[in-house]
């Protein structure tokens, strides 16, 4: 059997590394065995995000191998992204001539990929199926739609997902209900995320060359962590211009704050004239996007955490740490307050947040793991694989 995953965005690496790792124990335990067929696993690489730092770091944090194969689509629109991939993959596809294609998470890579799969007449696995937010101004929630259509096996991380694929009225025998395979990683790394130093995440990080800032504060885990990267956030003038001030000027004298800035921000900071604002602000350390590793350790020490990141909500789950959403709505549902978890939505709305902050400064981190979320959701991915239609 022929399996060809793909990945197109530094959060693909994080889900698709605990798959490889159960496809190589596979074959491990298959050697011997020659009445079963080994499965020859091929890592696709479409290039849609094309830091090669960051990449090179990613693989080397989740101790994976470098793509075997890397389409080199980059930047560029919606439209130029997915058609650019189509093309490449395509050629991949006619010259692999895989079993099945596996996809993760919801990026452009995710839908091309799905397109191309099945005009080529393969089979296609959608691992994290059924995430909805409702939101069809989000292009992922579209990626996410189609992809999960013509999907032939659609492997869901949560309750709340499975139920959504019902109602889409799927057939309840491409339906499975495994796990969240992020998670699995998250295991994996735990106790060496712990082991970082915060000054070390300053050294190989620190965006301003010349910022002085005590990290005294920061060895006693009581700080706050900022992600934010969605359009709605940052493309926004007014919104950015209205959240950038109540951030330095309020919930930074409250407790301090690490920023790792996405490059989107930082340049819509700049282009809107709210650069130095930010730098010039003694209570927050702004620092470049930081690697999987790093950005745990910092989830881990945090006692709040502020994000437009689907994965970090999932994160936070686990570590316990109070989620501040900064998004009216998710596809991730389960990680809610209302659902068990420890995020809260607010969207931009600053009464919101200055609420919700408030709140969480007076919280214990409270640890919680949805059902399958037991760092075992790879290995049942691939046993749904491997026994499709037996």
Not at 329 to 358: H, M, Q, W, Y
């Amino acid at each position: 059997m022929k399996i060809i995953s793909v990945v197109g965005a530094r959060p693909n690496f994080v889900k698709i590394a605990p798959f490889i790792k159960a496809i190589i124990l596979y074959n491990s335990n298959l050697k011997s065995k020659k009445e079963f067929e080994l499965i020859d696993h091929v890592l696709v690489h479409t290039g849609q995000h094309y830091d090669e730092r960051m990449n090179d770091s990613f693989f080397k944090n989740l101790g994976i191998s470098r793509p075997d194969i890397n389409l080199g689509v980059g930047s560029g629109t919606h439209a130029e992204q997915v058609g650019n991939t189509m093309i490449e993959f395509e050629k991949v596809l006619k010259l692999e001539k895989p079993d099945w294609v596996v996809l993760v998470g919801d990026v452009n890579a995710t839908l091309a990929c799905s397109i191309t799969a099945k005009k080529e007449n393969i089979k296609c696995c959608h691992i994290e199926a059924g995430l909805r937010s409702g939101d069809m101004t989000m292009p992922e929630e579209i990626n996410r739609l189609v992809t999960d259509r013509l999907s032939d096996l659609l492997l869901a991380p949560d309750v709340l997902s499975v139920d959504n694929l019902y109602k889409e009225g799927n057939d309840k025998n491409q339906v499975r209900f495994v796990g969240n395979i992020m998670i699995d990683s998250l295991d994996d790394n735990i106790t060496k995320a712990g082991k970082i130093k915060i000054q070390d995440i300053f050294n190989e990080n620190n965006l301003i060359p010349d910022q002085e800032f005590d990290l005294s504060i920061f060895d006693l885990d009581d700080f706050g962590l900022l992600t934010m990267h969605r359009p709605s956030n940052v493309d926004n003038k007014e919104k950015l211009c209205s959240l950038v001030p109540f951030i330095t000027n309020e919930l930074a004298i409250k407790m301090k704050i690490i920023w790792p800035l996405h490059p989107r921000t930082m340049k819509q900071l700049k282009f809107f004239g709210l650069w130095d604002q930010v730098i010039r602000s003694k209570n927050i350390l702004v620092l470049n996007p930081i690697n999987y590793l790093e950005m745990l350790r910092l989830n881990l020490g945090a006692k709040i955490v502020l994000t437009d990141s689907g994965g970090i909500q999932e994160e936070c789950c686990i570590t316990g740490t109070p989620c501040i959403t900064l998004r009216k709505n998710t596809e991730r549902p389960i990680t809610l307050v209302a659902n068990g978890g420890v995020s809260v939505l607010v969207g931009n709305d600053i009464e919101k947040i200055r609420k919700e902050f408030d709140l969480a400064m007076e919280k214990r981190k409270s640890p919680f793991r949805p059902e399958l979320w037991d760092g075992k959701t790879a290995a049942r991915c691939l046993k749904e694989i491997v026994n499709y239609n037996k």
